[in-house]
């Protein structure tokens, strides 16, 4: 029962490069996000998906690109890294509340990522 | 836009009850939730309360909703060294996304 699975769970950049951030999950969950963590800044959230094909932006898009093609998989890209983008990358998935769940989200164990 | 408010730091004496306060600014919201955060791991839900109650309690947790006034709140009893954490307020906002707090850091006193 893997539940979410966020790889890798350290990367060290430097500023310009690209990467991914790879997240899965096998539950059959709609709803799928990017969290980014940072001292005294709690949780903010950066793109989040309701279905496949159907992606939206969070609270911090910008210098990240998600793409959602299947159920399991939901891909968070930089396409050119900045010191700024240093932080922990949350993944997490959830059913949607409209069909009587209750939203519960199902977190990934983070990625700490660090751009130089 | 949305945005959910928390105090970042409380410190309470083991055996008290620590009482952990939340606003958000999303009227529409159905669900509205309470996150713990241990150290180095990522977030659990601890307990959730939907929109048309005004308080759920779950053995030592007691959530208290007031929607006019859109403040949450968070009541541990009888509180153990094994609560020192992160608590993390959220809400289900507009177009289904889930919007966080910034956390509040519980800190327990022997």
């Known amino acids: 029962n893997a539940g979410v699975t966020q790889t890798p769970k350290f990367q060290v950049l430097k500023t310009g490069q690209s990467m991914t951030l790879q997240c899965a999950q096998d539950?059959?969950?709609?709803?799928m996000s990017w969290y980014r963590q940072d001292p005294g800044m709690g949780l903010r959230l950066i793109h989040y998906?309701?279905?496949?094909?159907?992606?939206d932006q969070g609270e911090v898009p910008n210098g990240y690109n998600v793409s959602r093609s299947t159920t399991e998989d939901f891909p968070l890209r930089l396409l050119s890294a900045a010191p700024s983008q240093t932080s922990v990358y949350f993944c997490a998935s959830s059913y949607l509340p409209d069909r009587g769940y209750d939203g519960e989200l199902f977190f990934g164990e983070g990625s700490r990522l660090t751009v130089l | 836009g949305e945005d959910v408010e928390q105090s970042l730091f409380l410190s309470v004496r083991e055996g008290d009850s620590s009482v952990i306060n939340c606003t958000y600014t999303?009227?529409?919201?159905?669900?509205l939730y309470w996150y713990k955060q241990e150290p180095g791991a990522g977030l659990q839900l601890l307990t959730y309360i939907f929109s048309n109650m005004d308080m759920k309690q779950d053995q030592r947790l007691t959530v208290l909703l007031n929607k006019k006034d859109k403040h949450l709140s968070l009541r541990i009893a009888d509180t153990q060294t094994g609560d020192s954490a992160i608590y993390f307020c959220a809400e289900i906002a507009g177009d289904d996304k889930i919007i966080f707090g910034k956390g509040t850091r519980l800190h327990i006193l022997p």
């Open positions: 998906s309701v279905g496949a094909g159907i992606t």
């Open positions: 539950m059959n969950h709609e709803y």
């Open positions: 999303d009227s529409s919201s159905t669900y």
